[in-house]
């Protein structure tokens, strides 16, 4: 069967012929994958991108790993810690800014965020803490990311709806793989010997852009029953309050108020 490849796929390719270091490569070769229709005839196409990225992610960790071997470490703080993880410009820094008080760099360019920056959540009378990071396929974000990830309560895959997104979601959970975190679902009990489980939250953003609402449809096709998911815009507002219920409910908050004897119950500050 013929690949059938689209123009889109021929750009990205070039973008990743003329690309100078390890990240730009993989940031092309992703969107490569992203573009590339999926078929027996691209069987083997997408096997040999997928080699070459996990090749040039080790290149990237070689050459960063002997300056910051300590990794990234964000001190937990509040009820829960969620990590934003995906590929790049899916909006995840926008999305930080428009659920907390925290003020990262947000542009259109690739690559915007270097370093994980936190922020504080607030639902109803709780605080959640939510990180963002740099994109899949940043040099820094597997090598100096893992103890972050290891440590999370909830890991948030954050995929641009404007574009194919079920691919988005496959190469974040492959990185993820890769940084030995597995996924909680029903079909998975217990973790592989050496990894670490942790719960997994699909929020599909831009879901303002067109053709969102139909790669909305094919991601929840795929991946509805295994994952919660929750669809937002961060640039227009939409969803911003559902996203935190999502995110309270996945990370199975309990919150328990104390009282004085004869007295009533504070339902201001549980302990959580």
Known sequence: MPANLPPQYFEAEKKYRLAKDPEEKIEALQLMLAIMPKHKGTDKLHAELRRKIARLSQEAEKKYATARRGGFYIRREGAGQVILVGPTNVGKS????????????????????????????????????????????????????????????????????????????????????????????????EATLGSYQKKILLIGNKYDMEGSTGNWKRLDSQYGTLFPMISVSAREGIGLEKLKEAIYQALGIFRVYTKTPGGKADLTEPVI
């Open 94 to 189: 926008q999305l930080l800014a428009a659920v907390t008080e925290a003020s990262p760099e947000i542009a259109a360019y690739p690559f915007t965020t270097q370093t994980p920056i936190p922020g504080m959540m607030k639902f109803e009378n709780i605080q959640i803490q939510l990180v963002d990071t740099p994109p899949i396929g940043h040099r820094n974000a597997r090598t100096l990311l893992a103890n972050t990830l290891r440590g999370a309560d909830l890991i948030a895959i954050v995929v641009d709806l404007s574009i194919e997104s079920v691919s988005q979601v496959e190469n974040s959970l492959q990185e993820l793989k890769e940084a030995r975190i597995e996924p909680v679902t029903d079909n998975v009990k």
